[in-house]
T-cell receptor, first 115, second 111 residues
Framework: EAGVAQSPRYKIIEKRQSVAFWCNPI?????LYWYQQILGQGPKLLIQ????????DSQLPKDRFSAERLKGVDSTLKIQPAKLEDSAVYLC?????????????FGPGTRLTVL | KQEVTQIPAALSVPEGENLVLNCSFTDSAIYNLQWFRQDPGKGLTSLLLIQSSQREQTSGRLNASLDKSSGRSTLYIAASQPGDSATYLC??????????FGSGTKLNVKP
């Protein structure tokens, strides 16, 4: 079974630039999550999709972050414009139903460095 | 505000030793709790999931316990091996799709 795919694996940008991350979840998984993990901290949920609808985006900085999952499969997370404090690993995860009762499967993450 | 704390932040033990990792949470109204493993440069791998009605779960050399009333969970690793070296994170799940991760315990098992 193929796992959660993410790209790119690494990205270095200047502050105020834009960046986009892509995630392809495990086939058949209805729920998709984007997390931000700052060095030395646990992951923080940014947004959760159920199929192509948003379940929770309460911790997404909506003035600069956006995410979409148009066809209920893969998803993109965008930052525009980036700030220094956005430097982190961005993790995508998926689960068959919802992570409260079902195991989440994580991708390898995208390490973003903002200079 | 829900908080999840993991102690210690780092742990180094010789191979073969049994060890315990701790996770504490401030709000006891949890739905379930999960323990994850994170290897450098990789995503998280789920190890054990304990429902709020359960007191423990076991998988191989791993045993996780849950005490909701005291707001604590422990992950017990028996006969540790160098391959167990990783960061271990606990995540507490509440209703309405709210969940919070601890900062993790970085484990190093020395051969």
């Amino acid at each position: 079974e193929a796992g959660v795919a993410q790209s790119p694996r690494y990205k270095i940008i200047e502050k105020r630039q834009s960046v986009a991350f892509w995630c392809n979840p495990i086939s058949g998984h209805a729920t998709l999550y984007w997390y931000q993990q700052i060095l030395g901290q646990g992951p923080k949920l940014l947004i959760q999709f159920q199929n192509n609808g948003v379940v929770d985006d309460s911790q997404l900085p909506k003035d600069r972050f956006s995410a979409e999952r148009l066809k209920g499969v893969d998803s993109t997370l965008k930052i525009q414009p980036a700030k220094l404090e956005d430097s982190a690993v961005y993790l995508c995860a998926s689960s068959f139903i919802t992570g409260r009762t079902d195991t989440q499967y994580f991708g390898p993450g995208t390490r973003l460095t903002v200079l | 505000k829900q908080e999840v704390t993991q102690i210690p932040a780092a742990l180094s033990v010789p191979e073969g030793e049994n060890l315990v990792l701790n996770c504490s949470f401030t709000d006891s109204a949890i739905y379930n709790l999960q323990w994850f493993r994170q290897d450098p440069g990789k995503g998280l791998t789920s190890l054990l999931l304990i429902q709020s009605s359960q007191r423990e779960q076991t998988s191989g050399r791993l045993n996780a316990s849950l005490d909701k009333s005291s707001g604590r969970s422990t992950l017990y690793i028996a006969a540790s091996q160098p391959g167990d070296s990783a960061t271990y994170l606990c995540a507490v799940f509440y209703n309405f799709n709210k969940f919070y991760f601890g900062s993790g315990t970085k484990l190093n098992v020395k051969p």
